[in-house]
């Protein structure tokens, strides 16, 4: 047995799951059905997490039926703090639609579709959760500080220039910090991702029989969280320097 194997194994054997196969020939049989539509089917469900799978829409036009996979509202500990993904933050996203007569289209297809809009999910719901951690909210105040300190030197460089015009003034301002800005917490989201809930991707790779998919997210769930605050601290701190203000002064245009 490989070492995928038998870490799925031991997967299968420790955690609580359920998984439902939906058969492709059975949403072509009934997605005419009204009863239908209103149901939604588990593909995944653990002690912690349920995934469940819904009809959408019939597209007359192009002759396919939209779906949607759907991670239910969860918490979970991490370290002395719990983090919850709740109603209105629940993540959704669209399959792939299924043509309605189409015979290139199969169960295999419709499995891998399902299974990438799962993952997508899980994606979607972890970049929720990092913005409640303490490094994210720390970053986007940080994003705060950078831009008052350009509005600061626009706004010397308007009054020096005699520019008294509201909506030249705001409009200047504006571009001028768009152009400049930095966003920290982008490095904290990229740094966090696939660290929150690395075993809700291997899990759900392990019960949808992807062995490919599984050993893609070993690695990348497998990396080291690193410190980055401290570079992020490091790069805020400049803003107060001289220097960083004699640089950002050389980026103002001209009126």
């Known amino acids: ?24 020939k059975l949403i072509l049989a009934n997605y005419k059905n009204p009863k239908f539509w209103a149901k939604k089917w588990t593909i995944f469900k653990s002690s912690q997490f349920e995934i469940v799978w819904y009809l959408y829409s019939i597209s007359c036009t192009d002759n396919k039926i939209s779906s949607c996979v759907k991670i239910l509202p969860f918490k979970i500990k991490r370290g002395n703090k719990t983090l919850a993904l709740n109603y209105w933050y629940a993540s959704s996203t669209f399959c792939d639609s299924i043509p309605i007569d ?38 986007k105040k940080a994003n705060e500080a950078y831009e008052d300190e350009l509005k600061e030197i626009a706004e010397h460089f ?8 509201k909506d030249i003034r705001e409009a200047y301002i504006d571009k001028y910090v768009s152009d400049n800005s930095l966003d920290y917490t982008q490095e904290i989201s990229k740094n966090l991702q696939y660290k929150v809930l690395p075993n809700l991707y291997l899990l759900v790779c392990s019960w949808f029989n992807s062995p490919e998919k599984f050993e893609e997210y070993k690695k990348l769930c497998g990396g080291v969280r690193k410190n980055v605050w401290i570079k992020i601290w490091n ?6 320097s001289e220097d960083w203000v004699n640089n950002m002064q050389l980026k103002l245009e001209a009126i």
Request: charged share 30%; proline share 0%; glycine share 2%.
């Open 102 to 139: 189409n015979s290139d289209y199969t169960q295999e297809v419709l499995n891998r579709n399902i299974l990438s809009s799962a993952l997508e999910v899980i994606r979607s719901s972890e970049c929720s959760l990092i913005m409640d951690y303490a490094e994210y909210k720390e970053a």
């Open 235 to 240: 790069q805020y701190r400049d803003i107060k």
């Open 1 to 24: 047995m490989c070492e995928s194997e038998k870490e799925k194994t031991k997967m299968k054997s420790n955690i609580s799951t359920q998984l439902v196969y939906l058969d492709l």
């Open 158 to 165: 308007l009054n020096d220039q005699g520019v008294t015009h």
